[in-house]
């Protein structure tokens, strides 16, 4: 485990101090807006997130889609999840319209311009799933549109053994959602360069660059700089958990106490 | 986990798609399975539709159980990747997509196929499938389909050695055995009608056809043909089987299944039928209406009376005159005797109308109709203008308005005038000068009065002519401006009276305004005396205690003259 939190830091660092040391000033691509990932423009693969409460049912879920499939297969999608979930039928209008917002929201980013050029970002991995709990940050490279999630995702499973398959896909999912993340944020960054007119500076400065300049500061100064510092080490490792069926109960209760107190707080501002 | 096979157990539950593949990769094991109804799919490359389907045994500890797949997915394999695949599902193995190709389709196939098998009992579901599986939900579903039509997914076998079978996906089968039909997809029997197809090769009950369940999906509803089966021809009811119906019957009484399972041979229609039919059958219960699909009532009699009497009547109902066709009909209900004083009665009305037509005004009014709506052109030679839009008399007379008032036309040949008292044409000699009347009618209208209706009646019945109808005519026309005059003089009367009750309704309404005026005014009066009044009684008083005044002055006066007289006595006796 931790060679892996390692051998992260290993080549994304080698590869930084490249960077870094060819040009002074970033080689900045622009491109058009797409999933950082190593699909074709078209068909990129969206993360999509549903989380519906209606009539005392609760429908949360978290799966990727295709861009390229037709639209008529949202219907459909939600015509059988409907059906094998045995959810209301007003289930289906809903799961069809909250898809076709987050298609139709990843639409309109495209045909913008988006900087990348090298960053490498820290992305976290804390989800639940069933009764497995999985934590871990590790760096990935933005620019790298070769990169897999699903790949990582499965090797990640296989390597720690995960018994619940459905762990997998869930990995998948979040790490594409933080991806799309970071790929809308430097679309924005784009919008505000061009109107702000502060130069190269200002998306150097920001949050990806950040970071890149910080990975020096990671690993240890003193020539062994591939080697991230020790305190560091259980931050950046993955750690599963299973936890057992009270252990859920707790954190669901938990999650939905903070949610409701997050609630309030949230109504008693907007009133006050 | 004893195992009597050589092949290594795989365990029930399988955790990653990696697993099965390696165990059941060496399982392919054949048995040769009882007897059941063959299968086929069309489409399907290589194996053709013979005998039997494919067992594929996969014993585990715990449980035994075998997989079973279709014949039709002989082909498939865990470790390859077969061309029916690669046909099927295009996208992943056309290198167009980076997301879709051959070892994401085989990752999802086996996953898919082991979560199944892990649970063969139950049906897996799309959304249980595509939970566990890495990928895009658009990829999980084409594999899904796939696998579902093939039977590699959810897929339960027949059950052997039952005629009808339980058919799930894309199965059809068909018994050829007896005469009776099996509905290809829900496998009840077909009696009555079925539905089929040359196209798949399949049977539909009527049901399942107006369902649309037709298994296929390039099939259309015009692809089926019905077929009627006629119903099995019935043996004749024996004397036992009459006995225990009619011991059912005086047990049962209604309950038609009970009576059905005592009688034991026969279904329930027979049954009915046949109690129906008995002569005495009425003297039990009485017949009983709910039998429907039976128009047979009664006895026999009847039934062969009104058959042969339908048929009798079939040539007439053929006919494509809707009106003859009714008037059939309604002589076959109503019976041969009304039927016929019916058409009687008809045919002599309608011939006395033809012989009433000279005098009777109602016929005659009836030809008048017709003449007016029958299409009326001018009779003037050349002149055959149109005359719907001129005036009833001059449709009538069959003459346009220019030519009615033409000196000379020519009709027939002749030059003739249009004589406007008789309303027909008279030869050009029998007009004096320019005169719209000719002669004889003039003589008569001057010197014998206003209405020489019998002469005229007379005279043109003794003057020759052409035909009955043109001698009629002036006759008729005669009456029918007497009538007409009769008709204005009425209404000039009603015009007149309505005038004067016009006139005694606006005197009325003028009285009762001078009416209203003077209670008015009356009113008016009696208020300003009402306002005098008081004046009146203060002026009163006034006078009244003027008057009182007076009086007081006049007695203190009188007072004061006697004082003074008193005084003056007074003085005079002192002095």
């Known amino acids: 485990m931790k060679s892996s939190s390692l051998a992260g830091a290993i080549g994304a660092s080698s590869r930084e101090r490249e960077r870094a040391s060819a040009s002074a000033s970033a080689s900045v691509s622009s491109i058009k807006f797409r999933m950082p990932t190593k699909e074709k423009e078209k068909e990129s693969l969206i993360p999509i997130h549903l989380d519906l409460d209606l009539d005392a049912h609760r429908y949360k879920d978290a799966f990727t889609w295709n861009l390229h499939d037709p639209d008529s297969l949202v219907l459909s999608f939600a015509k059988r999840t409907v059906k094998d979930l045995k959810l209301p039928p007003t289930f289906v209008s809903h799961i069809s319209q909250s898809i076709q917002h987050q298609l139709a929201e990843f639409r309109s980013f495209g045909g913008q311009d988006m900087f990348i050029h090298e960053k490498i970002v820290p992305l976290k991995l804390d989800l639940r799933v069933n009764n497995t709990v999985v934590r871990d940050t590790f760096l990935w490279d933005i620019s790298n549109f070769e990169s897999d999630p699903e790949e990582f995702a499965v090797t990640l499973c296989n390597d720690l053994d995960v018994a619940d398959p459905e762990v997998a896909p869930a990995i998948a999912v979040a790490i594409r959602e933080q991806l799309y993340e970071i790929a809308t944020q430097s679309v924005s960054a784009v919008k505000e360069a061009k109107l702000g007119k502060k130069g190269r500076r200002g998306y150097e400065l920001s949050k990806g660059g950040n970071n890149a300049l910080d990975v020096s500061r990671y690993f240890g100064s003193k020539g062994s700089g591939v080697i991230r510092k020790r305190k560091d080490w259980y931050m950046n490792g993955p750690t599963v958990d299973v936890l057992t069926n009270e252990e859920v109960g707790t954190l669901e209760e938990l999650n939905s106490r903070f949610r409701r107190k997050l609630d309030e707080k949230e109504d008693s501002f907007l009133q006050g | ?575």
Request: charged residues 25%.
């Open chain 2, 1 to 575: 986990m004893a195992d009597p096979s050589p092949q290594p157990p795989p365990s029930a539950s399988t955790q990653s798609p990696l697993q099965p593949l390696q165990q059941l990769a060496a399982l392919t094991e054949l048995e040769t399975p009882s007897v059941a109804p063959s299968v086929s799919k069309p489409d399907t490359p290589g194996p053709t539709a013979t005998a039997t389907p494919e067992l594929i045994s996969a014993p585990s500890p715990a449980v035994s159980y075998t997989v079973i797949v279709p014949r039709f997915s002989a082909w498939f394999s865990w470790d390859e990747i077969h061309d029916t695949e690669r046909r099927l599902l295009p996208e992943f193995f056309d290198g167009k997509s980076t997301s879709r190709n051959p070892s994401s389709y085989k990752y999802l196939r086996n996953a898919i196929i082991s979560k199944f098998r892990s649970q063969p009992t139950s049906k897996l579901s799309y959304t249980e499938a595509r939970r566990g599986l890495v990928g895009d939900v658009g990829s999980v579903r084409k594999v899904f389909d796939f696998l579902e039509e093939w039977g590699l997914i959810n897929y339960t076998p027949p059950k052997k050695g039952k005629e009808e079978t339980e058919a799930r996906g894309a199965l059809g089968k068909k018994d050829d055995s007896s005469g009776k039909r099996i509905c290809t997809s829900c496998g009840a029997g077909c009696s009555l009608q079925c539905f089929t197809t040359a196209k798949a090769n399949m049977t539909l009950c009527a049901k399942c056809f107006v369902k649309s369940n037709y298994q296929r999906p390039g099939l259309s509803s015009a692809d089926f043909k019905r077929v009627d089966l006629l119903e099995e021809p019935r043996p004749d009811w024996t004397d036992k089987e009459t006995l225990h119906l009619l011991e059912a019957i005086l047990h049962y009484g209604e309950d038609w299944k009970k009576v059905t399972e005592y009688v034991a041979s026969r279904p329930v229609k027979d049954c009915i039928a046949r109690f129906v039919k008995l002569p005495f059958g009425e003297q039990f219960i009485g017949p009983k209406e709910e039998h429907n699909g039976y128009t047979e009532q009664g006895g026999d009699d009847t039934d062969e009376n009104e058959s042969i009497k339908r048929r009798r009547l079939s040539p007439l109902a053929d006919a494509s005159n809707p009106i003859m066709a009714q008037v059939a009909f309604l002589s076959a209900i109503v019976g041969p005797h009304v039927a016929e004083t019916a058409a009687q009665a008809a045919v002599s009305a309608l011939s006395n109308l033809g012989a009433n037509e000279a005098t009777d005004l109602t016929t005659e009014t009836n030809e008048e109709h017709e003449k007016l709506y029958s299409t009326p052109c001018c009779s003037v030679d050349g002149c055959g203008s149109d005359l719907s839009n001129c005036r009833d008399y001059h449709r009538r007379h069959k003459v346009c308005e220019a030519h009615s008032k033409a000196s000379i036309v020519l009709v027939g040949g002749q030059e003739q005038r249009f004589c406007q008292q008789c309303s027909r044409f008279h030869l050009l000699s029998e007009f004096d000068g320019v005169k719209r009347s000719c002669r004889n009618r003039l003589d008569l209208l001057n010197f014998r009065g206003r209405r020489p209706q019998s002469e005229t009646v007379n005279t043109s019945l003794s003057s020759a002519s052409h035909r009955d109808s043109a001698v009629n005519e002036p006759v008729l026309s005669a009456e029918l401006e007497i009538e007409e005059e009769e008709r204005e003089l009425e209404k000039s009367f009603s015009d007149i009276i309505e005038f004067q009750m016009k006139e005694m309704q606006e005197k009325l309404v003028s009285f009762e305004e001078m009416d209203a005026i003077m209670a008015r005014e009356r009113l008016q009066v009696q208020y300003l005396r009402d306002l005098i009044l008081p004046d009146q009684l203060a002026i009163a008083q006034h006078q009244h205690r003027l008057a009182m005044m007076a009086r007081e002055n006049v007695s203190t006066w009188e007072k004061l003259r006697s004082t003074n007289d008193v005084i003056d006595r007074g003085t005079t006796l002192l002095l």
